[in-house]
């Protein structure tokens, strides 16, 4: 069993910042790429931020150097900084770890964190 806990979410204010953490536990060997996705109200959920396990990164698009993501292995942690938020970043954002355990290579989700900007 994995466990993937997000934390951080919130209402703030465009323009404002927030910071989301996810952290895994459970059983697994190691965890490969960990990744922030999000979904607003009618769309697809779409990749936000990922980071491999040797620390290289990639964006959505629609990040535009506003987001950073993070991680520290030693906790199993994913982090993503945000700042300079818009409302159209109003979605829930989903943690995504991909771990290794007897078998191979698995994709464990969070439940969701609710990230919603409005004045």
């Known amino acids: 069993q994995v466990q993937v806990v997000e934390s951080g979410g919130g209402l703030v204010q465009p323009g404002g910042s927030l910071r989301l953490s996810c952290a895994a536990s459970?059983?697994?060997?190691?965890?490969?790429?960990m990744g922030w996705y999000r979904q607003a109200d009618g769309n697809q959920r779409e990749l936000v931020a990922h980071?491999?396990?040797?620390?290289?990164?990639n964006y959505g698009d629609f990040v535009k150097g506003r987001f950073t993501i993070s991680r520290d292995n030693a906790k199993n942690t994913v982090y993503l900084q945000m700042n300079s938020l818009k409302p159209e970043d109003t979605a829930v954002y989903y943690c995504n770890v991909e771990v290794e355990r007897v078998g191979g290579e698995y994709d464990s989700w969070g439940q969701g964190t609710q990230v919603t900007v409005s004045s």
């Open positions: 980071i491999s396990s040797n620390g290289n990164t």
């Open positions: 459970g059983s697994f060997f190691s965890i490969n790429g």
